[in-house]
């Protein structure tokens, strides 16, 4: 019980500054669960269903607020959602700490390239074939569908093996490669999330790694969380967002590497 507790603390935390960035937090959760004696796999799956409910309490403030570009989810998150569902089931294929080290060396890259500044000029001017001009709540952006499809799609696979949402690379991707700004991508991310998550818990519990004692207790602690995160979100500056969610991409990384040395 007291294990449940100061994982509903941490749950709590993480799930505030998540929603606030568009991401499920699964790469704090999974360390978190795996450091409460959770094993890798049911911790994964336990991980998944709190990234939907976190997901999904968010989402609501989003779409209030006019952050939400379905349009773009529907068209992009698709390949995702195939890819986790698939990376869920076939999970134990692959040696957790393998997974672990790979996710943190992606997360070190998404959080670097996070850091460059946007190229709006550039990117306005692509038109033609694969190139989508989106128009959105006032803001005109161009989406390179040639480049965010294939890398939306390994996305999922290596977020539904791991157990995350994908939102560490799905906002970097929109930002940088498609010029949607921070705010609509943190919006319409959350929306990703969700149905990523969603198809990664399926995969994973089809295999019967889910446990409801740990799940049941967490997920009503996310879901509070995603509620003031998302509160929050709205009310930061997309610059501020920007660098919490870097900033925080990097802890991960560090946490999912201390925990594939340390604790397994």
Request: aromatic share 10%; net charge positive.
């Amino acid at each position: 019980m007291m294990k449940v507790v100061i994982a509903s603390i941490v749950v709590l935390a993480v799930a505030i500054v998540m929603a606030m960035t568009g991401r499920g937090g699964g790469n704090f959760y999974v360390p978190a669960l795996l450091a409460s004696g959770m094993p890798m796999y049911k911790a994964a799956t336990t991980a998944q269903l709190i990234l939907v409910m976190t997901a999904v309490a968010a989402l609501l403030v989003f779409h209030r607020h006019r952050m939400v570009d379905w349009k773009l989810a529907l068209v992009i998150d698709p390949p995702t959602d195939v890819m986790a569902f698939i990376g869920g089931y076939y999970a134990h294929t692959i040696a957790s700490t393998t997974l672990k080290i790979m996710f943190a060396g992606a997360l070190v890259l998404a959080a670097v390239f996070m850091l460059r500044p946007a190229k709006k000029e550039t990117r306005t001017r692509r038109q033609g074939f694969g190139f989508w001009r989106r128009n959105y709540n006032g803001r005109e952006y161009v989406v390179n569908l040639w480049l965010v499809i294939p890398i939306t799609a390994v996305t999922g696979l290596v977020a539904g093996m791991i157990g995350v949402s994908g939102g560490s690379f799905k906002i970097p991707l929109m930002v940088l490669a498609c010029g949607v700004p921070m705010g609509i991508a943190v919006g319409t991310s959350s929306a990703m999330v969700a149905a990523t998550a969603l198809m990664g818990f399926l995969g994973h519990s089809i295999r019967g790694d889910f446990d409801p004692t740990w799940a049941i207790p967490l997920v009503l602690v996310a879901v509070v969380g995603g509620l003031i995160g998302g509160k929050l979100s709205v009310k930061t500056k997309p610059k501020h967002l920007k660098h919490i969610f870097t900033y925080t991409t990097l802890a991960a990384a560090a946490f999912m590497i201390l925990n594939a040395f340390a604790l397994t």
